[in-house]
């Protein structure tokens, strides 16, 4: 997003992802190990460090079995959609804070992640701090009132975690697999706070920057 990319959100690869890339004039990104595998070094990948880093063009299909998913899913209910983390917490919550004078619901979800072994749910406790963070960004434009138990408990954690946030996301379960695959890059862009002042948005099935 922040290089003006539009991004295509898929459910997950499989033999259709292809199809649907050629459908929108887009080129379908690859896992990290499959990229680090091929002998094509101009693939895309799920790697925000290479995203940041290639020339792939404007137009990519983003396959992935979480965040991809919740989104077409989300889509699909006819809900708004936004994208927001560590790097853009700043910017998401200024786009939030104007919904929420309008008096409009707002959901912040921690997509989690997936045990390799089995593909079951796991926790991610990097996502419920990106939750926290954004959460944190709100109560100082104080909307803290109008939380959840569960939103205020999010808010409460970041705050309490803050000062050693680099130490706890590194050490995490998604961190260390990161790591062990040689992909420490990840993490060190996931941890750039307010990095960003993107704000990525779902529109007709792609994810835009709307600044």
Not at 5 to 26: G, H, I, L, S
Not at 34 to 62: D, H, M, Y
Not at 189 to 195: G, I, K, M, P, Q
Request: proline content about 4%; hydrophobic content about 40%.
């Amino acid at each position: 997003m922040d290089r003006g990319m539009t991004v295509f959100p898929y459910r997950w690869k499989d033999e259709k992802a292809q199809e649907f890339a050629r459908q929108q004039e887009a080129i379908l990104a690859v896992g990290r190990l499959e990229a680090k595998a091929s002998s094509q070094s101009n693939l895309p990948t799920l790697s925000p460090s290479a995203l940041l880093r290639g020339n792939f063009g404007q137009r990519i299909v983003l396959p992935s079995p979480n965040g991809s998913t919740i989104t077409t899913r989300l889509d699909e209910a006819k809900t708004h959609v936004i994208a927001g983390c560590l790097r853009n917490a700043s910017a998401v919550a200024e786009f939030l804070q104007a919904r929420l004078e309008l008096g409009e619901s707002v959901a912040i979800i921690a997509a989690g992640e997936r045990w390799p072994s089995d593909g079951s749910l796991r926790p991610a406790i990097e996502d419920y701090l990106g939750v926290g963070v954004i959460l944190s960004e709100l109560t100082a434009r104080g909307f803290r009132e109008l939380m959840t138990p569960e939103a205020s408990c999010a808010d409460d954690l970041y705050v309490m975690r803050s000062k050693n946030l680099s130490a706890t996301i590194r050490g995490c379960a998604s961190a260390l697999e990161l790591q062990a695959m040689g992909f420490e890059d990840d993490v060190d862009v996931a941890l750039e706070r307010n990095s960003s002042s993107t704000v990525p948005v779902l529109d007709n099935g792609a994810i835009i920057a709307i600044r």
